[in-house]
């Protein structure tokens, strides 16, 4: 698995929990968690070391396209995102407009993101013989202009000869590179069920308030939205970048005009006072960016703390 640091002991990332619970249920499996900059290089320097990653979304989105890269080309990879009642296959990739119309995409991601549909619905068969065909081009050399090598290509193409030639070989098996066969799954339900509802304690803490503030100065931001505080509801914390700047603030943190100020309120406080908080900081002529209400959840926060907190 591939993770941010941690700042915190008592801040640790829902998705390493789950990683880690999860992980005690295949013991016969070798789990390392790591950290995702490390990991990365160790992708670059050592693909072959890694199987299965686990990643948070944005890591995922950024590494797969690396994987493929490393593979030959971010063309020649298909995804799947399959949830509880939808699934969407799609090239890695997701669109390339820069060669929309001009007959030199590489459809290699988007031709097997259809057989990892096939494979979804249970149509092994197709799925085996597209991919097979796919392979067979692949090893006849017949490649699109991304992966195409002197002295190892036969044939440069473009998108739709490459189709053609894929098409071509449907029924063909490849001869040096290993042919894929895929297992028939269990028949699925036309529909899907729905999820047993979870009860969830949620409580109300407080609120963040991204605010502009163009002299970088924190104190002074907290000597101004400090005001608005009060009938149950304090001022917290000031961060900027995830860097707690005030209170007790160092002075040779870098600032960007951009400040969180989280508002931390007594339990039982309602939503209408922390929203008049922010009325009232906007109404002051602070521009507001944006605010994210704190809660809990079964106890735990599902918030984190600013570096320095």
């Known amino acids: 698995m591939l993770h941010e640091r941690q700042h915190h002991e008592d801040d640790r990332r829902p998705l390493h929990k789950v990683f880690d619970e999860i992980a005690t249920e295949y013991p016969d499996i070798d789990k390392e968690a790591w950290i995702v900059d490390i990991g990365a290089a160790k992708m670059a320097d050592t693909p072959e070391a890694f199987d299965v ?3 948070p979304n944005l890591y995922g989105d950024i590494l797969s396209d690396v994987a493929a890269q490393i593979a030959g080309s971010v063309g020649l990879a298909g995804s799947a995102n399959i949830g ?4 969407m296959f799609e090239a890695i990739h997701g669109s390339a407009p820069r060669r929309a119309n001009q007959n030199l995409a ?3 991601g988007l031709l097997l993101g259809s057989v990892l549909m096939l494979v979804h619905i249970n149509q092994p068969e197709a799925a085996e013989r597209v991919h097979n065909a796919w392979l067979r081009t692949i090893e ?3 490649h699109t202009y ?3 090598t002197e002295g190892v290509s036969t044939q440069k193409v473009g998108t739709k000869e490459f189709a053609a030639a894929v098409i071509a070989r449907v029924g063909q098996h490849p001869n040096r590179l290993k042919p894929v066969a895929y297992a028939k799954g269990p028949a699925q339900s036309a529909t899907y069920t729905a999820s047993a509802a979870v009860n ?3 409580e109300l803490k407080g609120i963040d308030v991204f605010a502009y503030w163009p002299s ?4 002074q931001l907290a000597e101004v939205v400090g005001k608005f505080a009060g009938d149950g509801i304090k001022l917290q914390m000031i961060d900027n970048r995830g860097v707690k700047v005030w209170p007790a603030g160092r002075a040779e943190t870098f600032c960007t005009d951009s400040f969180r100020c989280r508002f931390f309120a007594d339990e039982g406080t309602e939503m209408s006072k922390l929203l008049d908080i922010v009325k009232r900081i906007s109404e002051s002529g602070i521009e507001i960016a944006a605010t994210q209400t704190l809660r809990t959840f079964n106890g735990q926060p599902g918030f984190t703390l600013a570096q320095g907190q």
């Open 53 to 55: 990653i686990v990643m």
């Open 216 to 219: 970088r100065n924190a104190n």
């Open 106 to 108: 590489n459809p290699s």
């Open 146 to 148: 991304d992966v195409f």
């Open 200 to 202: 969830t304690a949620m």
């Open 140 to 142: 006849d050399g017949v």
């Open 84 to 87: 509880e009642k939808c699934a």
